[in-house]
C-alpha cells in the first residue's frame, strides 16, 4: 500500500474547534493539525479539501490559489496527496523531534529526500503586477502544474526550518499528554506551554491540588503519630 492509498483520519469532531495556530512557524502548525488539546485526538486533515482550506487559512496559498486548485483537480487526486500529506507529517515530527534533542547532528540524508520530495514538482515564476493603488511590484506566483505542489509551501517552510540555526527555540509543549510544537519567539525563550489556556493554567491547577493532597498526607501522617515518650 502506497501512502496516497492510506485511508484517512475520520475524526469528525475536528470540525467543532478551528484549527490550531500555535506554533509560530508554518511548520510546525502543520504538525499541529493533529492535536489533543482537550484529551481528544483531533485531525484536521480528513480530506483533500480539508488539506486546501488549512492551507488557506494559515496563509500557505492564497483564496486565488484555492480556487485555482479546486478548479484543476478532482476530489480523488487531493485526496490522494492528503493521504500523503499525512504519513509525511508524522516522519517530519519524527525529524523535528530528533534535531530539537541533538541539533543538526541528527540530520540523515533521508530527511533531506523527505522534504524534497514535496520541493521538486514545484514551478514557481515571477511577474510585475500593478497593486490597487497603481504602484508596480515584483511578485512570485506559483503555476499550478502538479498536485504535489499543494504541499511546496510547507514544505518550503520545513526547508528553511531545517536549514536554520533556531532549534534551540524549537520545543515541545510541557504537558506530557499535549503533543503540539511550537517555536519560542518570546523576549526571553521561556515559553512553556503550548498556550496558557490550553496547557498552563491546566497543568498549573493539576500541579496546585497535587501538592494540597501532599500537605494533607502529610498533617494527617503527623497527626497520627504517637507522642513521644
Known sequence: MTDADRPLPTTVARRALPAIALGDHLALDFLNSVATPQGEVLDWIGSGT???????????????DAADIRATWNAA??????????????????????????GRSALRIEDLQLINRWLLPDRMTRQ??????????????????????????????????????DWGNIRQCENPACTIWFQDRTKG?????????????????????????????????????????
Not at 487526486?77 to 541533538?102: C, P
Not at 493603488?133 to 526547508?159: C, N, Y
Request: hydrophobic share 45%; charged share 25%; net charge positive.
Open 128 to 165: 510585475l503586477v500593478t497593486g490597487t493603488t497603481g504602484e508596480v511590484e515584483l511578485v512570485h506566483r506559483r503555476m499550478w502544474t502538479d498536485a504535489a505542489q499543494i504541499m511546496a509551501p510547507v514544505a518550503l517552510a520545513a526547508a528553511e526550518m531545517v536549514a536554520g540555526d
Open 50 to 64: 480539508d488539506l486546501v482550506d488549512w492551507l488557506e487559512v494559515f496563509g500557505a496559498i492564497t483564496k486565488s
Open 189 to 229: 525563550h521561556r515559553r512553556r506551554w503550548c498556550s496558557q489556556a490550553l496547557c498552563g493554567n491546566r497543568f498549573k491547577v493539576a500541579a496546585f491540588r497535587e501538592r494540597q493532597k501532599y500537605g494533607r498526607r502529610v498533617a494527617v501522617s503527623a497527626g497520627t503519630k504517637s507522642p513521644s515518650a
Open 77 to 102: 487526486t487531493l485526496d490522494a496527496i492528503a493521504r500523503e500529506a499525512v504519513v509525511w507529517r508524522e516522519a517530519f515530527r519524527s525529524l523535528v523531534g530528533r534535531m530539537a534533542s541533538e
